[in-house]
């Protein structure tokens, strides 16, 4: 791959994906771009982009976007989120909301970790949580539908105990259980795109996002957020993430790492 | 605060010494036995906060070390993770219920042990 290939590689993932592919990753995106060349049937992945740059199918272009956004997930990542998630603001959000019913967002969600470990949490309580979970990948999507995981993904952060509960063992591999998959809707979502219903939920989990994106789509995507939270929504973030210097619309809780909540003047503008 | 100990037990040298660096990164002080016996004479002794455990070993295997364990006075301390090639969902059940704490199939990785060791609240980590 010659460093022209990659420039453009970076502008293709920052405007269809918002994605900000640093040039630290031109190794790791050379090594994964190999096995797409592959599969598409190019020599190798310098005849692959140079027919994607002279002749752009857009089939093609999302593959190569697909291959190189960051996947990277586990079974409750942050177990503290999940700790105060599942402790505090689920019991608070079912005995306050009508019918005990409680709509959740993981925005981002990858292969479906995420998802999964908040709908074991609801299950274990007998909650009532309606959970979508979309991203922009669609191979990611379609695993997270299948709910199928190697040994390696699904001991990163389950218990044993947790994992013969909710999943059964198919030959090497370990696939979620009918009654855990039924609780998630998977669906592919470009956050970037205008949301193409007007849904609100009471949480949302968009974790280990901002830090990939363009820093010029990030007050974007929170203004996005924003708006599909209810106004007594919570937020979360990565540990690591922070909306202030790209959004004035959420604050942080304190004492609950990663935790936000629309800011006074985000309510104030609503009203 | 006194270092936090742990245990390998594992017939395979080259096993406990992987081990052994994925725990003492994590700051654990390590020790090693090779079978079951050798490491349920060693908890006779002094009782170690976690011990990491293979299934099939000569003399001992690691269930038998288990129950064996879990029957000494403060044998209920250690938190005890089976380490071990042995997959099958009815055998990692059978081990939950002899009395361990959680369970790691091989292969596995240094996030895989720390996550593991953060549920059984061995070490504290925001992962």
């Known amino acids: 791959m010659t460093p022209e290939d990659f420039d453009r590689l970076q502008t293709l993932l920052a405007t269809r994906a918002g994605f900000r592919l640093t040039r630290d990753r031109m190794h790791l995106a050379e090594h994964r771009l190999g096995p797409v060349a592959r599969r598409e049937g190019y020599h190798n992945v310098e005849a692959m982009l140079s027919s994607l740059w002279s002749k752009p199918v857009a089939s093609l272009g999302w593959a190569v976007i697909e291959a190189l956004l960051n996947s990277e997930t586990w079974f409750r990542r942050d177990r503290a989120v999940f700790d105060v998630f599942s402790r505090e603001l689920m019991p608070a959000l079912t005995a306050a909301r009508p019918g005990g019913k409680v709509r959740l967002w993981s925005a981002g969600a990858s292969t479906g970790q995420e998802a999964y470990s908040l709908a074991i949490a609801a299950l274990e309580a007998r909650a009532d949580a309606e959970i979508i979970a979309t991203d922009l990948s669609r191979p990611a999507i379609e695993k997270a539908t299948s709910g199928l995981y190697t040994s390696f993904e699904i001991q990163r952060g389950l218990s044993a105990r947790t994992m013969l509960r909710w999943f059964e063992q198919v030959d090497e591999h370990w696939r979620a259980r009918p009654e855990l998959r039924g609780a998630v809707t998977f669906e592919r979502a470009n956050l970037l795109d205008e949301p193409a219903d007007d849904r609100k939920f009471d949480v949302i989990f968009c974790r280990h996002v901002l830090n990939d994106l363009e820093p010029a789509r990030r007050a974007r995507v929170l203004d996005m957020l924003e708006r599909r939270l209810v106004d007594d929504g919570c937020l979360f973030l990565g540990l690591d993430e922070r909306p202030e210097g790209d959004s004035i619309a959420f604050r942080p809780v304190a004492g609950r790492k990663g935790l936000y909540v629309k800011a006074p003047s985000a309510l104030r503008r609503a009203a | ?127």
């Open chain 2, 1 to 127: 605060m006194d270092p936090r100990t742990c245990l390998i037990v594992d017939d395979s040298r080259i096993i406990r010494k992987v081990a052994r660096r994925i725990v003492e990164d994590l700051g654990f002080e390590v020790d090693e036995a090779a079978d079951g016996a050798e490491a349920l004479t060693y908890c006779m002794g002094v009782m170690p906060h976690v011990v990491l455990l293979d299934w099939q070993m000569p003399v001992m295997d690691g269930l038998a070390f288990l129950r064996r364990l879990r029957d000494l006075p403060n044998g209920r301390t250690p938190k005890v993770l089976f380490c071990t090639i042995e997959t099958r969902a009815d055998r990692i059940a059978e081990a939950l219920s002899a009395g361990a704490d959680d369970y790691v199939m091989k292969p596995f990785d240094g996030e895989i042990l720390l996550s593991k060791l953060a549920e059984v609240g061995a070490v504290q980590s925001p992962s």
